[in-house]
């Protein structure tokens, strides 16, 4: 067993201990594991069944039912773009297929360098803004295809000058 993999079940160690071990907590304790890692890693999961009074099938069965929860790690970037009732009147589905495009992956995939992961999620919150995204916490508003694509542009070109920076 690796270190990392270690350092992960201490995380999902402490959660445990902090919030019991009942079978009414399963929802609570995936969000709790998800914020820690960022995904619901199965090598954690599987943790959780074998120390908990959770079942493997009540794990997966909410795991794969509720859109929040995720099985791979995000990219450094996390493009969430809105498909809220505003937003998708506002042309929401163009500004996904212009991502989708730019970075040669599908929704819900994540670029092969790792960087970017790309999100439909519900509405975010600022509808008078849409089309909304947002990359990590900042927020992107009144969205066009084009101005998606330049904001892409611009975290790329950030990208490749911290990358020879750090070289
Ligand atoms: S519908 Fe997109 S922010 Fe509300």
Redesign the pocket.
């Known amino acids: 067993m690796t270190e990392t993999v270690q350092m992960d079940l201490g995380k999902a160690e402490a959660i445990l201990r902090r919030n019991g071990k009942g079978r009414d907590l399963c929802v609570k304790i995936l969000q709790e594991l998800q914020a820690a890692y960022g995904y619901l890693p199965m090598a954690v999961l599987e943790y959780v069944a074998a120390h908990t009074e959770i079942s493997r099938r009540q794990i997966y069965g909410v795991a794969t039912f509720y859109d929040q929860f995720r099985f791979t790690p995000v990219g450094k970037h996390l493009i969430r773009v809105?498909h809220?009732?505003?937003?998708h009147v506002n042309g929401a589905e163009g500004i996904t297929e212009t991502i989708e495009q730019f970075l040669k992956i599908k929704d819900g995939e994540t670029t092969k360098d790792g960087l970017f992961t790309l999100e439909s999620v519900a509405?975010?919150?600022?509808?008078s803004?849409?089309?909304?995204m947002m990359i990590g916490e900042t927020v992107y508003g009144r969205l066009t295809p084009d101005e998606a694509r330049k904001i892409l542009k611009q975290y790329k070109v950030r990208e490749k000058t911290d990358r020879k920076e750090a070289s």
């Open positions: 809105c809220g009732t505003a937003c509405c975010l919150g600022c509808c803004l849409s089309p909304v």
